[in-house]
């Protein structure tokens, strides 16, 4: 990644508006979207600083409706330890199930929601409040759709 | 150092001792959490296989919510990471990382990375290059820097060790030599035009 820059003889932007920068970035890739997802993702994915090409925060509404639970009711775990501080629950930790059903402690999940919209142990994505982060997915999905679509097309003409 | 990157990294090094696996290590490399050394062994069946690689691992304020920074302190050549600097290109050490993710399982990404270069991502481009274009240079590359940098073992390649003396008699350092030569694919003529011309 970092060669691109080091190539071109220029500084990558370690801009303050990053989640602005993200967002045209995002306009931009959905211009080239019907051509070819992965290409362009992978082009536009070098000119995004390191570490600023997560996926958007969880959306606020998704997060505060996840179930907060408490350690009884978990009781068919007794040693489960929280992946994220790696500590064992305690009788009065608060701890939130994730719809993948991934346990962590309320104060380990609640920062990395706050940064990006994936479970930290296998990254199942909640829902983003960013329009454009959901439109980029459901174009990929559709172009996914497609291909299958195309395949099985294919398949039953010559399979 | 916030309370949870610091107890975290007190639990990650308690479970690498525990899990006995004897080609990963981490240690501190003072009494600060933040400052941390890595050692992993090249994998069998690659041009790396048992080089010992020492690792400069630095953990964020913000671990675990944003990667370790982990570069190469001993030199390698391989596409996705430096020859010159160590850094290295590898998605979980950017946009790909998760909380979940512990410096045992980017110790072995790393080992996993060497088994498995990604040439179409890389971090230096001339080892990419070298890689695509000439394979048979890149493993009598990548062999000799492991033997001459992270003391793998077996015979070294007659042909290198001739070069980089025939290179360094010249007055060139020796680093230098074998940047250059490895860069040229082992042309002593390409590598000494280009010595001389910086
Ligand atoms: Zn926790
Ligand atoms: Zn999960």
């Known amino acids: ?159 | 150092m916030s309370s949870i990157a610091t107890t975290r990294i007190q639990r990650e090094l308690k479970d690498i001792k525990e899990s006995n696996n004897q080609s990963i290590k981490i240690e501190l490399k003072s009494d600060e959490f933040n400052n941390l050394r890595g050692e992993i062994v090249g994998p069998s069946g690659t041009p790396y296989q048992d080089g010992m690689y020492k690792l400069s691992i630095k953990i964020p304020e913000t671990y675990p919510f944003n990667p370790p920074i982990v570069s190469f302190d001993t030199r390698i050549w391989h596409p996705n990471i430096s020859s010159v600097t160590g850094a290295i290109c590898l998605d979980i050490l950017k946009d790909q990382w998760a909380a979940a993710l512990t410096l045992r399982t980017v110790l072995l990404s790393l080992q996993a990375l060497l088994s498995a270069a990604e040439p179409d991502d890389p971090q230096d481009a001339v080892v990419a290059k070298q890689y695509k274009d000439n394979q048979k240079a890149f493993v009598k590359t990548a062999r000799f820097w492991a033997q001459y940098y992270a003391n793998a073992p077996g015979p070294r390649d007659t042909d290198c060790v001739e070069k980089l003396r025939k290179a360094s008699e010249m007055g060139f350092y020796k680093d230098i030599s074998l940047q250059a030569l490895s860069t040229h694919s082992w042309d002593l003529e390409n590598a000494i035009q280009y010595l001389t011309s910086c």
């Open chain 1, 1 to 159: 990644m970092a060669s691109y820059f080091d190539e071109h003889d220029c500084e990558p932007t370690t801009s303050v508006h990053n989640s602005s920068r993200r967002t045209d970035l995002l306009r931009m890739l959905r211009l080239f979207l019907r051509s070819d997802v992965e290409e362009y993702g992978h082009i536009l994915g070098q000119f995004i600083p390191d570490g600023e090409s997560l996926a958007p925060p969880a959306a606020k509404s998704v997060v505060e409706n996840l179930p907060r639970i408490s350690l009884k009711d978990l009781d068919s775990k007794k040693d489960a330890q929280c992946p994220v501080c790696l500590a064992q629950f305690d009788n009065d930790d608060v701890i939130i199930t994730m719809p993948c059903e991934h346990y962590f402690h309320m104060d380990c999940l609640l920062p990395w929601l706050q940064k990006t919209n994936s479970c930290p142990l296998c990254r199942f994505e909640l829902v983003t409040d960013d329009p454009d982060y959901e439109e980029l997915k459901k174009e990929k999905l559709g172009q996914k759709e497609r291909e299958a679509r195309v395949a099985d097309l294919h398949s039953s003409m010559f399979g």
